[in-house]
């Protein structure tokens, strides 16, 4: 059973910074995604099972970055310049692959997410 845990979400101001957390029972290729209420849960970015490829929405490109520590199986999200907009849950995804996958389909285990509330 893979498990999926999310950290280090909390209430930070327009402009600041949080960094995401995402502790995974295992080495897989893995992502963030978000879902804002009321919205469709969207993509953020992802990261390929080595690290060396990543991919972020055009919304988020230049002001979050994906990364991940392989010997510890922990995966990470730091988000700088936040708006109020990015309010969300935001999850981890996993799936057993070696690229970075950008579709909410393409993956096979969803983290239970952690609440990120952006204030003006």
């Known amino acids: 059973q893979v498990q999926l845990v999310e950290s280090g979400g909390g209430l930070v101001q327009s402009g600041g910074s949080l960094r995401l957390s995402c502790a995974a029972s295992?080495?897989?290729?893995m992502g963030w995604f978000r879902q804002a209420p009321g919205k469709e849960r969207e993509f953020v970015a992802a990261?390929?099972?080595?690290?060396?490829?990543?991919n972020y929405a055009a919304s988020v490109k230049g002001r979050f970055t994906i990364s991940r520590d392989n010997a510890k199986n922990t995966l990470y999200l730091q988000m700088n310049s936040l708006k109020p907009e990015e309010t969300a849950v935001y999850y981890c995804?996993?799936?057993?692959?070696?690229?970075?996958?950008?579709?909410?389909?393409?993956?096979?285990?969803w983290g239970q997410g952690t609440q990120v509330t952006v204030s003006s």
């Open positions: 990261i390929s099972w080595s690290g060396g490829s990543t």
């Open positions: 995804a996993a799936k057993s692959g070696i690229y970075y996958y950008t579709h909410e389909s393409d993956y096979d285990y």
């Open positions: 295992g080495r897989y290729s």
